[in-house]
Protein backbone atom coordinates (compact mmCIF):
# COMPACT_ATOMS: atom_id res chain seq x y z
CA UNK A 1 0.00 0.00 0.00
CA UNK A 2 1.49 3.48 -1.19
CA UNK A 3 1.26 6.03 1.23
CA UNK A 4 1.28 10.01 1.14
CA UNK A 5 3.62 11.95 2.91
CA UNK A 6 1.39 12.47 5.74
CA UNK A 7 0.68 8.71 6.43
CA UNK A 8 -2.44 8.72 4.80
CA UNK A 9 -2.72 5.46 2.24
CA UNK A 10 -3.02 6.28 -1.60
CA UNK A 11 -5.82 3.71 -1.73
CA UNK A 12 -7.94 1.18 0.81
CA UNK A 13 -10.20 2.33 3.73
CA UNK A 14 -9.84 4.57 6.59
CA UNK A 15 -11.56 4.36 10.11
CA UNK A 16 -13.20 7.20 11.90
CA UNK A 17 -10.53 7.09 13.98
CA UNK A 18 -7.66 7.88 11.26
CA UNK A 19 -9.73 10.06 9.69
CA UNK A 20 -10.41 12.64 12.87
CA UNK A 21 -6.49 12.22 13.49
CA UNK A 22 -5.88 14.63 10.24
CA UNK A 23 -9.65 16.28 10.19
CA UNK A 24 -9.83 18.19 13.36
CA UNK A 25 -13.36 17.84 14.12
CA UNK A 26 -15.50 15.95 16.43
CA UNK A 27 -17.31 12.71 15.83
CA UNK A 28 -20.87 14.36 16.01
CA UNK A 29 -19.49 16.89 13.49
CA UNK A 30 -17.78 14.24 10.98
CA UNK A 31 -21.13 12.16 10.69
CA UNK A 32 -23.22 15.28 10.41
CA UNK A 33 -20.51 16.53 7.00
CA UNK A 34 -21.41 13.30 5.92
CA UNK A 35 -24.94 13.14 5.96
CA UNK A 36 -25.40 16.88 4.37
CA UNK A 37 -23.02 15.86 1.71
CA UNK A 38 -19.94 17.99 2.50
CA UNK A 39 -17.58 14.62 3.66
CA UNK A 40 -17.67 11.57 1.54
CA UNK A 41 -20.10 9.04 2.36
CA UNK A 42 -19.14 5.82 4.71
CA UNK A 43 -19.47 2.67 3.08
CA UNK A 44 -20.81 -0.09 5.85
CA UNK A 45 -18.62 -3.62 6.05
CA UNK A 46 -20.49 -4.89 9.00
CA UNK A 47 -22.85 -3.86 12.18
CA UNK A 48 -19.90 -2.58 13.67
CA UNK A 49 -17.42 -1.74 10.36
CA UNK A 50 -17.89 1.82 8.81
CA UNK A 51 -14.82 2.92 6.63
CA UNK A 52 -14.16 5.97 4.02
CA UNK A 53 -11.94 4.95 0.93
CA UNK A 54 -8.61 6.80 1.06
CA UNK A 55 -8.60 8.68 -1.93
CA UNK A 56 -12.12 10.28 -1.59
CA UNK A 57 -10.62 11.28 2.01
CA UNK A 58 -7.16 12.66 0.37
CA UNK A 59 -9.99 14.43 -2.29
CA UNK A 60 -11.59 15.42 0.78
CA UNK A 61 -8.90 17.53 2.84
CA UNK A 62 -7.39 18.60 -0.89
CA UNK A 63 -10.53 20.57 -1.12
CA UNK A 64 -10.52 21.50 2.20
CA UNK A 65 -6.31 22.95 2.36
CA UNK A 66 -7.68 25.64 -0.88
CA UNK A 67 -10.95 26.60 0.93
CA UNK A 68 -13.35 24.60 -1.07
Do not use: D, Y
Request: glycine share 8%; proline share 6%; aromatic share 8%.
Amino acid sequence: MHKLNNNLPLTGFLRINQILSLVPVGKSTWWRWCANGRAPKPIKLGAKTTVWRAEEISAFMAQLCVGG
